[in-house]
């Protein structure tokens, strides 16, 4: 299995409301990244987990709040966005931090 | 610090090279290639790790000049599915990736 799985892949949500994104990978990899896309523009790295522990945390906004329950699974918590957050927001995982990435599908957020 | 690429764009009929290069102000310790079609997730190509370092597979390849801090991604004998936007990334500072702002190719028949 190579593949990394994000829920939901839409999402459309009003600036008072809490959601999460979810993202699984069962290849055993030790780093996880939350990667934010807006149109037309490259990914710009959020977070990074490694070995469960949250290594990098680019200076984001902390109305974004990750999350790493298990060494599958990643979470992305929002609470209170803004309409400038909405984007593609991509989940990545590699067997150790900066080698290949294998990216998921990606949710498309919607802040409204 | 983003890495340069260019160009941004390259239109090419279906069998025809081409190049796409990326740049840095700061020392390079590893270039990573990778693709994303309209829609989809990015897909890694390949990453170089020294300087001197070539790499590829079907017809794609890349070298990377440590010395010129630049590295060079080619296409050879393009095909319709190469399509799509080329992002190189380049390590700035451990484990942070840092992608140029693409280079977007389109191969018409």
């Known amino acids: 299995d190579t593949e990394v799985t994000q829920t939901p892949k839409h999402l459309v949500m009003g600036m008072t409301n809490k959601k999460s994104l979810k993202c699984e990978q069962h290849?055993?990899?030790?780093?996880m990244y939350w990667y934010k896309q807006k149109a037309k523009k490259p990914p710009e790295l959020m977070f990074v987990?490694?070995?469960?522990?949250?290594?990098i945390n680019e200076s984001v906004p902390s109305r974004f709040s990750p999350e790493c329950p298990n060494s599958s699974l990643l979470n992305l918590h929002l609470h209170a966005l803004q309409p400038e957050d909405s984007a593609l927001y991509l989940c990545a995982s590699s067997p150790t931090a900066f080698y290949e990435a294998f990216f998921g599908q990606g949710t498309r957020l919607t802040v409204v | 610090q983003q890495p340069v690429q260019s160009p941004q764009a390259v239109i090419l009929r279906e069998g025809e090279d081409a190049v796409i290069n990326c740049s840095s102000s700061k020392a390079l310790y590893s270039v990573h290639w990778y693709r994303q079609k309209h829609g989809e997730a990015p897909v890694f190509l390949m990453i170089l790790l020294k300087g001197g370092e070539q790499k590829g597979h079907d017809k794609i390849s890349a070298s990377f000049n440590e010395k010129k801090q630049q590295s060079s991604l080619y296409l050879t004998a393009s095909q319709l599915s190469y399509s799509g936007t080329y992002f190189c990334g380049t390590e700035k500072g451990a484990q942070k990736l840092v992608f140029g702002q693409g280079t977007r190719l389109t191969i018409n028949p």
């Open positions: 290849m055993g990899h030790r780093a």
């Open positions: 987990y490694s070995y469960e522990k949250l290594s």
